[in-house]
């Protein structure tokens, strides 16, 4: 009987003894054996080991007070949703004559750009035509110009020179400046012939329904004029930056000297 408590007693003897080697040999020199032993602080750390286990421990808890901060700061933020009125962006609008406009120009950079022409000194009154308009009939062109009486803008014509050796028969201008569409009907088309050409051609002063034409003319960047013919066939006309530049400054003018259009 003996013999057998003997027998017994030895194995357990021996796991004790290698609970406690193990705990001593544990990573970075540290015990973390979780025998009975340590837990009764039997194994006692150099030093060394404790200022290393706890500089560990400073460091894991200087980790986790930043991951706890984070956490908070997140926790903390407006997560209110925001409706934003955002305005949609504004279709262009077709070009229209301004009662009011401001023409941004000084009219003394422009006065000389024209030549006065018909001028009548006892009655006070002029022509304001561009310098390098030839306003022969033999030479196709579109201009405007403008009368005075003393000094005062009068009235302001829209003008069309049309000289070939084959007719348009035009009765009506389809004008598209930028894009935008606008009918011009003149009142008065001449169509004659000189020898062999064919002459037609307008000087309509311009009345309330087609100021907005000008104004079209005189502030798009691009535009083109098609001859609306009786016949079918149909004439149509580019206008250079020049022929822009001509309607812009014309229109400008007679605005800065007291043009209107009612």
Known sequence: MKKIIFLLTLPLA??????????????????????????NCLHKLSPEQLAHYQASQDSLSAEEAKKRAELDSLLNMDY??????????????????EPEEVIDVDANTLV????????????????????????S??????????????????????????????????????ISADNFKYEFTPTNITHTRDGAFYVENFDNV????????????AHC???????????????????TPENLKRFRETYQLFRLMGGKID
């Open 137 to 174: 009939f033999k030479d196709n062109d579109t201009y405007f110009y403008f009368t005075t009486l003393n000094g005062v803008a009068q009235s302001l014509h829209f003008v069309v020179h049309f000289y070939a050796d084959d007719p348009v028969n035009f009765v009506s201008l389809r």
């Open 206 to 217: 311009v009345d309330a329904k087609s100021k907005d034409v000008v104004a079209a003319l």
């Open 221 to 239: 960047s691009y535009a083109n004029m098609v001859m609306v013919s009786d016949g079918g066939v149909n004439h149509r006309i580019f206008f």
């Open 14 to 39: 021996l796991i004790n003894v290698s609970c406690a080697i193990l705990g001593h040999h544990s990573a970075n020199g540290i015990c973390t054996c979780t025998c009975e032993a340590c837990r």
């Open 80 to 97: 209110t949703i925001v409706h934003y009125d955002i305005e949609a962006p504004q279709e262009p609008q077709p070009y229209k004559w």
């Open 112 to 135: 000389p750009l024209f030549r006065t022409t018909n001028v009548n000194q006892s009655s006070g009154y002029a022509e304001y035509v561009y310098n390098n308009v030839n306003t």
